[in-house]
Nanobody
């Protein structure tokens, strides 16, 4: 059974940083494309970033240069490093494999 458990969210001031983690079980995430998506209050899901099985990474224009996706194959864990955070980055963040998502982790950017 595929399970994804996100963690690492929190309250941070504008300009701050966070690192989100997504612990995967039931499959080897190194063999699949893995994605981070987010949902801001009152809005739909927004694609944030993807890392494919070959390690190639892709980012939404809104986060390019500020966020970094990576994975630790030994720990079977996906990461998203969030730097230079803006208030508009406030959202619930989910990791996703084949449209299966975890419970999410809340990121709130506020002064």
């Amino acid at each position: 059974e595929v399970q994804l458990v996100e963690s690492g969210g929190g309250l941070v001031q504008p300009g701050g940083s966070l690192r989100l983690s997504c612990a995967a079980s039931g499959f080897s995430l190194s063999l699949y494309a893995m994605t981070w998506v987010r949902q801001a209050p009152g809005k739909g899901l927004e694609w944030v970033s993807t890392i494919n099985s070959g390690g190639n990474t892709h980012y939404a224009d809104s986060v390019k240069g500020r966020f970094t996706i990576s994975r630790d194959n030994a720990k079977n864990t996906l990461y998203l490093q969030l730097n230079s955070l803006k208030t508009e980055d406030t959202a619930m963040y989910y990791c996703e494999k084949d449209q299966v998502r975890g419970q999410g982790t809340q990121v709130t950017v506020s002064s």
